[in-house]
């Protein structure tokens, strides 16, 4: 071990386990791909400000998790802590929006960073993929985002992933209720930090997770029964249309992203088999941030699922991802002028498509061997100085033990048949 350890709430991935980080990250972007949605990719850092605005300054992410510094040049700089303003300010900064081809789509997939009290489910560096339609108020753009979403999880094989679904209104109706809300959360019996909560974000206080609070909060007045009309019907329309297309929702009245520019739909995707972390990704429309870090009204909805927890989820249900092998061939030279014929056949080999290996440093056969059986190959390549003599190779096949000479010039073809 080195003197150097991995910072406090961060882990490293490595092989085998990285694979199935990557197969996750593919998985959920693969249907966005299909959709219609481009990539895109922003700094890891950004302005403080883009976050104070973006995210809110009442936020737990904003005064609580951001890693911020200072630059040599005195710009104030934070480390991402989520994708969505970043990507926003980067669409608006290459006015993508002008382009006349609304809702521009776009999805992204990386490192994010906040400084939280670790635990299981949630570190300091974690990853997500994410998604955004920018500019267009059409109820279907949030349920193509959820289903593309479910889908993913599908995919994966995920069974206990259930949809959480509510609305929070708009600037018509969310004004109203959140002035009742106030008038019932101030008649409770609240800690100072969350009575300051009350005065600036009451909605997030429905969130809040401690018991002493959630039994207060039986009788609380919910958006859903004051939502305006033109909410009521864009929820209904996200709603049927998520039933046409069988994914099962439960409708959470208490789900909230309470910013004063989240709108209308939000949603949680939860899974019960990881404790406290139980969220594995969340989203919603936001048709006031834009306005807020600056730029034009364009209504836009989005989510973001964490890569980490998503692989949490997959080992809680004891799912195995079905990789391809990592090696599908590997070699084994015996003395140099074999190792000179064999890396010149694994190069082939790559070069046909085919996953190869060689083994290096000289070693002899039992251990190349156990490399072999480690690699997870099908097939093993083995020449030693009698094989090259008569112008073979020995194919074996790893999992029957059979064994046969092929021509050393006919190794790529020999190679693609026993495989299939
Ligand atoms: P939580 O309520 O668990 O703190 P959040 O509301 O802060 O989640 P979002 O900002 O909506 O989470 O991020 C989307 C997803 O990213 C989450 O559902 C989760 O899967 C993942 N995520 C968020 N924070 C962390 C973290 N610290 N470590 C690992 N994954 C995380
Ligand atoms: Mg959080």
New binding site residues.
């Given amino acids: 071990m080195s003197t150097f350890r991995a910072p406090k709430g961060t882990y490293d991935l490595i092989p085998p386990d990285s694979a199935a980080y990557l197969a996750v990250r593919e998985a959920i972007s693969a249907p966005l791909r299909r959709s219609g949605y481009g990539y895109v990719e922003t700094p890891g850092f950004e302005h403080v400000e883009l976050f104070s605005r973006g995210v809110g300054e009442s936020t737990?992410?904003v005064t609580k998790e951001m890693y911020t510094l200072t630059t040599r040049g005195g710009d104030r700089l934070a480390l991402r802590?989520?994708g969505t303003a970043s990507v926003l300010r980067a669409a608006l900064e290459a006015s993508l929006h002008k382009a006349g081809n609304l809702p521009v789509k776009l999805w992204y997939s990386g490192s994010?960073y906040?400084y939280?009290r670790p635990q299981a489910?949630?570190?300091?560096h974690?990853?997500?993929v994410g998604a955004e339609a920018i500019g267009a108020e059409d109820p279907a753009l949030d349920a193509e985002l959820i289903v593309l979403a479910a889908d993913a999880y599908r995919s994966l094989g995920l069974r206990d992933v259930r949809l959480l679904l509510n609305s929070l209104g708009d600037q018509e109706c969310r004004p109203g209720y959140r002035a009742v809300l106030q008038d019932f959360l101030r008649g409770l019996d609240l800690d100072e930090e969350t009575l300051r909560r009350v005065e600036i974000n009451p909605l997030r206080v429905l969130d809040d997770k401690r018991e002493a609070v959630r039994k207060q909060l039986a009788g609380a007045p919910m958006m859903r029964d004051h939502l305006c009309e033109a909410c009521k019907s864009f929820h209904e329309r996200v709603r049927d249309l998520l039933t046409a297309a069988g994914v099962a929702f439960e409708d959470d009245p208490r789900l909230v992203?309470g910013l004063d520019y989240y709108t209308r739909t939000t949603f949680?995707?939860v899974h019960d088999g990881l404790g406290a972390?139980?969220?594995?990704?969340?989203?919603g429309r936001y048709d006031g941030l834009s306005e807020m870090i600056g730029g034009p009204a364009l209504p836009s909805v989005g989510?973001?699922?964490?890569v980490?927890?998503?692989v949490l989820a997959l080992e809680a249900e004891g799912v195995t991802l079905d990789l391809p092998a990592a090696t599908e061939v590997y070699a084994v030279p015996l003395g140099e002028e074999a190792r000179d014929l064999l890396f010149g056949a694994v190069t082939a080999l790559r070069r046909a498509g085919v996953a190869a290996d060689l083994s290096y440093g000289g070693r002899g056969l039992k251990g190349a061997m156990k490399s072999a059986n480690r690699s997870g190959a099908r097939l093993a390549l083995v020449a030693g100085e009698r094989d090259l003599a008569e112008g073979v190779v020995q194919l074996k096949d790893l999992e029957s033990g059979e064994q046969r000479a092929v021509p050393a010039d006919g190794i790529t073809a020999a190679v693609r048949e026993a495989l299939g």
């Fill in positions: 737990d992410i802590p989520e994010y906040r939280e489910g949630r570190y300091r974690f990853s997500q992203r949680e995707f972390q139980s969220a594995v990704g969340g989203g989510w973001a699922l964490g980490d927890r998503t």
